[in-house]
């Protein structure tokens, strides 16, 4: 299964039957709707099908709706609470959710927790039932506990859902998939285009004081153990080592602690901008000429493809997901985490003197991939059974 099978032929989509308002229902199961990556792209798709032709509902499960609720009632969507604690009154909670909204369709982006969503949904004959599978692991520990609940819901999962959609295939492949299953398959998220307009590299580097002729190593992302944050200090420390006027420019929510931990001081290297959340990734990733990834583990992060589609070069950790989508784009490199901060700091600063040409060729290329949220959004508008805009 290959990044690229978006633009395979599909099984028919399974259209609801005919309704009374022209606007398919279509609700949505999400943790909550903090700043993220699964978040965003949700929310990229959601301003692209207007009401008009989708009424998208967002339940949030963890106890809060999140910080970008309100960007997604801008965009026309309702969003709701339907908290999974105490987890005995779940399934109660999430019959009256369905049987309130009616929906056409049921998408769970909650990984193989979906399972439990899914089979309420087919109990209240939602037609329409979507696992969104966004990484290629849960993160868990794989305890006998956990290896049997996994087990289990992907069991449910094969019983229940008309479609399981992976970000990519390693994602899928974490869904259990069936031999020759087409309901399993891959639906990359789509990068917006025009996220960064309105920013050039002169602006953006002024917005935080940098130097024009400097290299700056970029990373937007939040403070996660699983972003592997502290590692990028120990890369522009080695960069330094062969450029000592490197900066490294480090972007996202949740605070700062995860690296002030690990390496103390950090906050006050005059070579190093902690700029916290962002409101817009414009500024960052205009202003760096590399960005960095390590994380240890991904799905298909946004953030990449925003990179890539203004031209700037990403290094990033060899992970399975991230090799799929180095045969679609160009301008992504891999390396192993265990190559160590000098390896990184080396191809990061080869990565960071690419030209413009190079770079404008990234560009072209990502535009021209079906990883643009055009692209993407058609793909859940067949899904859901839209019909096309006159």
């Not at 949700?42 to 998208?56: E, F, I």
């Not at 450029?243 to 103390?264: C, F, K, N, S, Y």
């Not at 817009?280 to 760096?288: K, Q, Y």
Request: aromatic share 4%; hydrophobic share 45%.
């Amino acid at each position: 299964m290959a990044l690229a099978d978006p633009t395979a032929p599909h099984p028919a989509p399974r259209r609801p039957p005919p309704r009374s308002t022209p606007a398919v229902r279509v609700l949505h199961v999400v943790g909550c709707l903090d700043r993220g990556g699964i978040e965003t792209a949700s929310l990229d798709v959601c301003r692209v099908v207007p009401p008009g032709q989708a009424q998208q509902t967002f339940v949030t499960v963890n106890g809060v709706t999140g910080s970008l609720a309100p960007a997604y009632r801008d965009a026309g969507a309702t969003v709701v609470q339907c908290p999974i604690r105490p987890g005995h009154l779940f399934p109660l909670r999430l019959w009256r959710c369905l049987r309130a909204a009616r929906p056409d369709v049921v998408v769970s982006h909650i990984s193989l927790f979906s399972a439990a969503v899914l089979a309420a949904a087919r109990v209240a004959r939602v037609p329409v039932r979507i696992a969104r599978m966004w990484s290629e692991g849960d993160g868990k520990p794989a305890t006998l506990r956990r290896r049997l609940l996994r087990g289990l819901c992907r069991v449910v999962l094969a019983h229940t859902a008309t479609d399981v959609l992976g970000v990519t295939a390693a994602a899928v492949d974490f869904a259990g998939p069936r031999p020759h299953d087409r309901r399993y398959r891959v639906l990359p998220n789509g990068v917006d285009t025009t996220r960064t307009d309105g920013w050039d590299r002169a602006t953006a580097r002024r917005r935080w004081d940098l130097p024009g002729d400097v290299p700056v190593l970029g990373f937007l992302g939040r403070a996660h153990p699983v972003k592997n944050r502290p590692f990028l200090v120990e890369v522009h420390r080695a960069a330094r080592e062969h450029r000592p006027d490197a900066r490294l420019l480090v972007a996202g929510p949740l605070g700062v602690d995860d690296l002030t931990a690990a390496h103390p001081g950090v906050d006050r290297d005059p070579r190093v901008v902690l700029a916290g959340e962002v409101e817009e990734v414009g500024p960052v990733l205009r202003a760096a000429d590399v960005l960095l990834l390590p994380s240890l583990r991904e799905g298909l992060p946004g953030v990449v493809l925003e990179a890539l589609a203004i031209g700037v070069p990403v290094v990033a950790a060899d992970l399975p997901s991230l090799r799929e989508l180095s045969g679609l784009v160009a301008g992504l490199t891999l390396v192993p985490l265990s190559a160590g901060p000098q390896v990184w700091a080396r191809v990061a600063l080869e990565q960071a003197g690419a030209d413009d040409a190079r770079r404008a060729e990234i560009a072209r290329v990502l535009r021209g991939s079906p990883l643009t949220l055009d692209h993407v959004a058609r793909q859940w508008r067949r899904l859901w059974g839209v019909d096309p805009a006159p």
